[in-house]
């Protein structure tokens, strides 16, 4: 009994520790290019069923000599040394014209690097190929394409472990596994790190979340909602009264959702119920992995939703708009008081208010509510999915870490974040970044991020995204909506948990649940939508649903997820 507590204790310290720090959001003007912006790290390491891999002798050698040599590599080299690298190209410029902050990366270090780009969408097609057809034959560094496993390159001797080389000539990188504690965890395998993956430190930064007409709450004396019961009592007000203004009480929609099913999970946040980023895949306190799409608080939750589309409340059009942009389409018509989306898209959303003549709107993002069971918010998680690895084709893999490490440096994250210093930022007495009227006003019209690719900067690593960079993209949003989403960061960082990122699967588990996944999801977004406009009834169909879930092999994908769940346990405690 003793020892199944300290188990569980364990268990849930781990868990503590490990999305403590784990909480970050990737803004809608901050999605990466080279990254895969899945929650799921599907393609993180699991161990190798093999014993530990012998690498070619040529890596060994270099391995051995680097760990026993003292000689720390600083840049810039004595002698220039050329790596390339493969990763998916930016859009608005390709990384082999040779872009303004890779000519300074190349000046301090030393350093030239040769790209090997392929443009976003055909990347991990082209890579997965490659690395297949011509294993002997790889770029020094690349992005892991989406689908391969790090265990498998590593035991296949692909690619090389880098630990040596990290506790070698790794400083940034050790600090940022001190900032980011899952992350080593989830690029190990059997004790070996086997990628070096870009980090968000953007932190709880304006999270995917509510947002709400704030003149409409002000025509009809509200407050901003708290609680779930409050946000029934506002929604109700919308659309019993004239909130948009116009004379007719019958035209609001009090709350809409992007076009599936998924965009309403957000209000399972206030069940305590994962759904929004990890699919309802999440252990319990005791670290037992739960299918909570067919939890008892689910079926509370489904049936609260069926009251709220039943009362009217809900957008009888949101399981057949498609996409998020339909319902954008109808906010911009004045007709929709609360919503979900990322408040990245409120100054668009006013703007184009305004332009339809309604002056006086305003939208706010509303801090998650307290709901029956808790209050918290689900976050996407503070790692890319797919990191860089080292290949055994590299000459100089102490040479290629140190580089890596120089990028994940102050330094190197400071060019990465924010370009050129006097070109396209400049710094502030109080440590924080101003950008200049270069990246804000571009007379083409590009949005910064658009600006700042032309520069080299917004690869996705492998680098740290800063939070300093977000707090300085509000300055192309108005005052008011920049102070409303800094006060619902700081207002929101108490409730957020991060989603849940798994070590990837061994190739036994792959098989044994191939394609499970997909039917059991059709299945289960297929009832959900159901339950909620109520073409079924969750009081009498709940156990034929249940049952039907656990016939399309739940406990079969729970017993993997389980495993998954155990390895990155195990690391978290090993590291």
Same mark, same amino acid.
């Given at each position: 009994?003793?020892?199944?507590? &300290?188990?569980?204790?364990?268990? &849930?310290?781990?868990?503590? &520790? ?63 040394? =050329? ?18 902050? @890779? ?50 390159? $590593? ?89 948009? $203004? ?20 957000? @209000? ?10 990890? *699919? ?29 589309? /039943? *009362? ?9 708009? $498609? ?90 994250? /400071? ?5 050129? =210093? ?35 900067? @917004? ?7 800063? =939070? ?30 991060? $989603? ?76």
């Amino acid at each position: 009994g003793g020892n199944l507590m &300290k188990k569980k204790n364990n268990v &849930k310290q781990v868990f503590k &520790k490990a999305t403590a720090f784990s909480l970050a959001v990737i803004m809608a003007f901050g999605l990466s290019a080279c990254g895969n912006k899945s929650n799921e790290a599907d393609n993180t390491p699991a161990p190798a069923q093999e014993e530990t891999p012998v690498q070619p002798d040529s890596s060994n050698a270099n391995a051995d000599s680097q760990a026993d040599s003292s000689s720390k590599i600083t840049f810039p080299l004595a002698e220039p040394v =050329e790596l390339t690298i493969a990763c998916a190209d930016l859009g608005s410029a390709s990384l082999s014209a040779n872009l303004p902050v @890779w000519q300074e990366i190349e000046k301090r270090t030393n350093v030239k690097i040769n790209w090997d780009v392929t443009a976003a969408a055909q990347y991990t097609e082209v890579m997965k190929l490659r690395v297949t057809a011509s294993g002997a034959n790889l770029p020094d560094i690349m992005l892991l394409p989406n689908g391969l496993k790090l265990a498998e390159l $590593g035991s296949e001797g692909v690619i090389l472990p880098l630990e040596q080389y990290i506790e070698e000539n790794g400083d940034a990188i050790l600090a940022a596994y001190k900032k980011f504690p899952r992350v080593r965890a989830l690029t190990s395998s059997e004790g070996h790190v086997y990628s070096i993956n870009s980090m968000n430190e953007a932190a709880y930064f304006s999270p995917y979340g509510f947002i709400i007409r704030k003149d409409w709450l002000d025509r009809l004396n509200l407050e901003v909602p708290t609680t779930i019961e409050e946000w029934e009592t506002v929604l109700t007000a919308f659309k019993e009264q004239d909130a948009n $203004g116009n004379g007719d009480p019958s035209d609001e929609v009090p709350y809409s959702a992007g076009g599936s099913v998924w965009y309403t999970t957000y @209000w399972g946040n206030a069940w305590g119920l994962h759904m929004i980023q990890s *699919s309802g895949w999440y252990p319990d306190e005791n670290g037992q992995m739960q299918y909570e799409y067919i939890s008892d608080n689910a079926r509370e939750w489904f049936t609260w939703m069926n009251k709220m589309y /039943e *009362s009217g409340l809900i957008d009888p059009e949101f399981l057949t708009l $498609g996409d998020e942009s339909k319902m954008f389409e109808k906010v911009a018509r004045n007709e929709v008081g609360a919503f979900t989306a990322n408040p990245s898209q409120i100054p668009t959303l006013e703007a184009t208010l305004r332009a339809n003549g309604v002056e006086d709107a305003v939208l706010i993002p509303v801090v998650v509510p307290k709901g029956p069971h808790t209050q918290s918010t689900e976050v996407i998680g503070d790692m890319a999915v797919d990191g860089y690895m080292v290949t055994s084709s590299c000459q100089n893999p102490e040479i290629a870490v140190a580089f890596i490490n120089y990028l994940l440096s102050d330094e190197g994250a /400071e060019l990465l974040n924010f370009g050129i =210093e006097g070109e396209t930022y400049t710094k502030n007495a109080d440590g924080t970044y101003t950008f200049t009227d270069a990246v804000l006003n571009d007379p083409d019209g590009k949005s910064p991020k658009e600006v700042l690719e032309t520069y080299g900067c @917004w690869i996705d690593g492998p680098t740290i995204k800063l =939070e300093a960079r977000e707090a300085a993209l509000l300055a192309t949003y108005p005052e008011d909506t920049a102070q409303a989403i800094l006060q619902y960061t700081d207002q929101t960082k108490p409730f957020a948990v991060p $989603g849940l990122t798994l070590p990837a699967e061994t190739a036994e588990e792959s098989d044994s649940i191939s394609g499970l996944n997909a039917d059991l999801k059709t299945y289960i977004y297929e009832m959900a939508g159901r339950f909620v406009v109520g073409t079924a009834d969750v009081e009498t169909e709940w156990d034929t649903y249940v049952q039907n879930a656990k016939d399309l092999s739940v406990e079969k994908i729970q017993a993997v997820k389980q495993a998954q769940y155990d390895r990155f346990v195990q690391e978290m405690g090993d590291n």
